[in-house]
C-alpha cells in the first residue's frame, strides 16, 4: 500500500471516530435522561430550593422588567449573558451585578458548539468570560452551552478556563411565537421539583419578537406556585450541593 492511500485509509477510519467522540456529550441534551443520571450537569441542588435562570440577555429593552419585577419580589437570579449583548450594554450588566444577581456566560454568539472544533469553542468562550469579567471586575464561574448541546471541546474547554457547565431541569418553552404566560407558568411547573434549576429567557435575541413578554407574564405565578410548594427561590450560588 503507497502512502497516499495509506493516508486517506487512515483518515477514513480516524475523522469518524473523532466525530463521534466530540458529539458524544450531546446525549446529555435528553431532558429526562440527564435529570435522573447526571445532577450536577442538571443543576440539581438542594431539595428545599429553586434555582431561577435566564439565557440570552443582557436586552436593554426586555431585562429592566425583569430586574424590577424581581426586585419587587426580593428574588434573585443567575443570569447566562451571551458576551457580544453583553458588550453592547455593559452598563446593563453592572446593573444586574449590582441587584445582586449572579452573573454567567452563554457564550459569545448563540451558535452550537457542536459545529465548533476545539480552537473555536475555545476562543468564543474565553471572549465572553473576560468581555464579562472585564465590565464587572469578577470573572464568571458558571457556564450554558447555547441550546443546551454540549460537546467534547467543550467540556475541555470549561475545565480550562475553569467554568461549570450547567443546563436545567424545566424549561418554560418561552422562545416561541405561541407562548403565553399561561403556557409559560404551565410547561415550568409540571416539571418543577426541589432541588430543580429552571431555564427562562429576558431577551428575544434568539426567540420570537417580543416572547419575554410571556415570561415576563408567568414569571409571578412561577414564583407563587415555588412558594406554595415550599421551595425558596435563588440564583445557582445558593442552590447547594446536587442530590444522590
Known amino acids: 500500500m ?14 469518524p471516530v473523532l466525530a463521534a467522540a466530540h458529539a458524544a456529550p450531546v446525549i446529555s441534551t435528553l431532558g429526562p435522561l440527564r435529570n435522573r443520571t447526571m445532577p450536577r450537569l442538571s443543576g440539581r441542588g438542594r431539595p428545599d430550593h429553586i434555582a431561577l435562570t435566564f439565557d440570552d440577555g443582557p436586552d436593554p429593552l426586555s ?3 425583569f ?6 419580589r426580593r ?5 447566562f449573558l451571551l458576551g457580544r449583548e453583553a458588550g453592547r450594554s455593559p452598563g446593563l450588566v453592572r446593573e ?3 441587584a445582586g444577581h449572579e452573573i454567567a456566560i452563554h457564550g459569545w454568539l448563540h451558535r452550537p458548539l457542536l459545529l465548533r472544533g476545539p480552537r473555536a469553542t475555545y476562543d468564543d468562550l474565553a471572549r465572553a468570560r473576560d468581555t464579562v469579567a472585564d465590565i464587572t471586575g469578577r470573572r464568571p464561574t458558571l457556564f450554558r452551552p447555547p441550546y443546551g448541546v454540549m460537546s467534547t471541546a467543550a467540556h475541555l474547554t470549561a475545565r480550562r478556563l475553569t467554568l461549570t457547565p450547567v443546563l436545567w431541569t424545566s424549561w418554560g418553552e418561552d422562545w416561541t411565537a405561541r407562548a403565553t404566560p399561561e403556557s ?9 421539583d426541589g ?17 419575554w413578554r410571556s415570561t415576563l407574564g408567568a414569571l409571578p405565578r412561577i414564583l407563587d406556585t415555588c412558594e406554595q410548594r415550599g421551595y425558596e427561590v435563588g440564583p445557582l ?3 447547594g450541593r446536587p442530590r444522590p
Open 63 to 65: 431585562t429592566p422588567f
Open 195 to 211: 432541588g430543580g434549576t429552571v431555564l427562562l429567557h429576558d431577551s428575544d435575541c434568539t426567540s420570537a419578537p417580543a416572547a
Open 237 to 239: 450560588r445558593d442552590h
Open 2 to 15: 503507497n502512502t497516499a492511500r495509506l493516508i486517506r485509509t487512515a483518515a477514513a477510519v480516524t475523522l
Open 96 to 98: 444586574i451585578a449590582a
Open 67 to 72: 430586574l424590577r419585577l424581581l426586585a419587587e
Open 75 to 79: 428574588v434573585h437570579a443567575t443570569f
Open 184 to 192: 409559560v407558568h404551565r410547561t415550568v411547573t409540571s416539571d418543577l
